[in-house]
């Protein structure tokens, strides 16, 4: 079975411009979560999607958002790309309905550096 | 509000010895309880997750965690560290409906 896939796995940006990152969740799995992780820190809470629907969203500012399609698969989209926007993005897997009890699947990343 | 403090940002280790992360949280109602592993440049990989029942979790690699409610701890063990478990852990977090909230995680290192 494949797991959660991501791409690009790399990425260099200019400050300024937009960047879209994409995610493939397990077969089967209907929510997908992102998160961005910046050199020696933990995982950050971006957005969740369930059924295509926003179910959350941490605190970053309006220049991230993001959509999940039909076939569960989403994309990240940040504009206006700033320094510190730099980091490991890593995306989530879940079944959906109640989190805790199944875990979450991450995929590999997307390294984005903004130059 | 959902919260996780990991002691210590990072851990040696030698070889064969004892592998003891710890990690707190804090949280208005009943958690679910995870630690993952990080290598270089990669994603995130499931340990050990605790959602209920035995409160003594067994996880891949030979890794444990011991859910204690009274002590709100869910510490991480390894009774003999391999050259190979050095890695970057993570502890996290979650409840019903809410996403995962991490700690800062904990660099193991292990010398020969």
């Known amino acids: 079975d494949a797991g959660v896939t991501q791409s690009p796995t790399h990425l260099i940006k200019t400050r300024g411009q937009h960047v879209t990152l994409r995610c493939s969740p397990i077969s089967g799995h209907k929510s997908v979560s992102w998160y961005q992780q910046v050199l020696g820190q933990g995982p950050q809470f971006i957005f969740q999607?369930?059924?295509?629907?926003?179910?959350g969203r941490g605190n970053f500012p309006d220049r991230f958002s993001a959509r999940q399609f039909p076939n569960y698969s989403s994309e990240l989209n940040v504009n206006a790309l700033l320094l510190g926007d730099s980091a490991l993005y890593l995306c989530?897997?879940?079944?959906?309905?109640?989190?805790?009890?199944?875990?979450?699947?991450f995929g590999s990343g997307t390294r984005l550096t903004v130059v | 509000a959902q919260s996780v403090t990991q002691l210590g940002s990072h851990v040696s280790v030698s070889e064969g010895a004892l592998v003891l992360l710890r990690c707190n949280y804090s949280s208005s109602v009943p958690p679910y309880l995870f630690w993952y592993v990080q290598y270089p440049n990669q994603g995130l990989q499931l340990l050990l997750k605790y959602t209920t029942g035995a409160t003594l979790v067994k996880g891949i690699n030979g890794f444990e965690a011991e859910f204690k409610k009274s002590e709100t701890s869910f510490h991480l063990t390894k009774p003999s560290a391999h050259m190979s478990d050095a890695a970057e852990y993570f502890c996290?977090?979650?409840?019903?409906?809410?996403?995962?909230?991490f700690g800062k995680g904990t660099m193991l290192l292990v010398s020969p």
């Open positions: 999607y369930y059924e295509k629907e926003e179910r």
């Open positions: 996290a977090v979650t409840s019903g409906y809410s996403t995962l909230t």
């Open positions: 989530a897997s879940s079944l959906g309905g109640t989190e805790g009890g199944y875990g979450y699947t």
